[in-house]
C-alpha cells in the first residue's frame, strides 16, 4: 500500500535521515527500536490487510510528528472486535472481562493488551499452528520479552529486580517445562468458554501442584490442548486422547484399559511366584 510505504519509508528502517534545508547539512539518525515496524512481521500479522491510517490519525502524514498526536491513545482491541456478530465465535467481551481482572491490569493502568498482542506483528497462532512446540516458543517469547527483560519490565514497574530461573526454583526440570508448556499454563485461571485465559493471577496463586498437569485429567486438556480437543469434540463427538498423540507428559498419558490389563497381569506374576515359592517350601518340607 502507498500510504503504507510511506511509514515505512521511517519505521520500516532501522535508520533514518533528517536534512536542513537552510544548510543542506544531513544527519542520520537511528530509529528507535520500539518504533520500527519491520514490512514482514507487519505484513505477516493479522492486521496485515489495513492501512496505517486506519488506526493512526492522518496528520501522522506530518514531519517530525507533532507530540500531541504521538501521544494519542491508540484504539482498545474492543474498538474494532467488540459486539459484532462476526468476532462473536472469538469472546472478545470475555475476555476483556478477564483482563480487568487479572494482576496485569490492577497492577498498572499503563498496562494494555498491547503490552503482549504488538498490533503491527501478533499472529494468532494456538488456533491456526500446525507445530505446537514454535506457539508455545512464540506465547512464551510475549512473556518473557518483558519478564526476562529488566529495560522493558522497567516501564511498567518499579521493582529493582527479576530472575524467572530463580522464581522458578521450585519446579524441576526447568529447562524441559519451559520447552513444553506456556507460561499461561500455570499463570491463567482455568476458563472452559474461551480458547484462551487472560485471567492472570498473582504469582503467590499460580499452579505449583505437579498433580495439576501430571494426572488423568490434566491442566493441559483444558489449557494447552484445548484447541485441539475442542476440534476432536467436534469431528469424533468425544474428546480424543489429544495428549497422547501429542506429547508424553508423565501421569496424564494414561488409558484405563491398559491400566487394567497390566494389573491384571501384574497380578498374575505376583501369583505365579507364591504358586512357585509355595511349591519349594511344601517339596522341602
Not at 543542506?24 to 530509529?31: D, E, F, N
Request: glycine share 4%.
Amino acid at each position: 500500500m502507498d500510504d503504507n510505504e510511506a511509514c515505512f519509508k521511517c519505521h520500516g528502517e532501522s535508520k533514518f535521515q533528517l536534512e536542513d534545508e537552510l544548510t543542506g547539512r544531513v544527519l542520520t539518525r537511528q530509529v528507535c527500536k520500539d518504533h520500527m515496524i519491520l514490512r514482514e512481521e507487519y505484513y505477516a500479522s493479522n492486521h496485515k490487510s489495513f492501512p496505517c491510517f486506519d488506526c493512526h490519525s492522518r496528520e501522522f502524514a506530518i514531519f517530525p510528528h507533532p507530540l500531541d498526536i504521538r501521544l494519542e491513545e491508540p484504539w482498545a482491541c474492543l474498538d474494532c472486535h467488540g459486539y459484532d456478530e462476526d468476532y462473536a465465535q472469538y469472546q472478545f467481551e470475555k475476555i476483556e472481562e478477564e483482563y480487568l481482572a487479572s494482576t496485569h491490569h490492577l497492577a498498572t493502568e499503563e498496562f494494555s493488551c498491547w503490552k503482549c498482542h504488538d498490533n503491527h506483528s501478533y499472529q494468532i497462532s494456538i488456533r491456526n499452528t500446525e507445530n505446537l512446540t514454535e506457539t508455545i516458543a512464540y506465547d512464551n517469547a510475549i512473556c518473557l520479552s518483558c519478564h526476562a527483560d529488566f529495560d522493558q519490565f522497567q516501564l511498567l514497574t518499579d521493582r529493582e529486580g527479576i530472575n524467572i530461573i530463580q522464581t522458578h526454583d521450585w519446579l524441576p526440570n526447568q529447562a524441559l517445562h519451559f520447552q513444553s508448556v506456556r507460561c499461561i499454563e500455570c499463570h491463567t485461571q482455568v476458563n472452559d468458554s474461551i480458547l484462551v485465559a487472560h485471567l492472570i493471577l498473582p504469582k503467590e496463586e499460580a499452579v505449583q501442584n505437579c498433580n495439576e498437569c501430571h494426572s488423568s485429567d490434566s491442566r493441559l486438556i483444558h489449557t494447552l490442548y484445548k484447541h485441539q480437543s475442542l476440534e476432536a469434540r467436534e469431528k469424533y463427538g468425544f474428546l480424543n486422547a489429544v495428549v497422547i498423540n501429542e506429547a508424553y507428559v508423565i501421569g496424564a498419558n494414561r488409558n484405563y484399559i491398559l491400566g487394567l490389563i497390566s494389573l491384571f497381569v501384574f497380578g498374575l506374576v505376583v501369583l505365579g511366584l507364591a504358586t512357585h515359592l509355595a511349591f519349594r517350601i511344601i517339596k522341602k518340607v
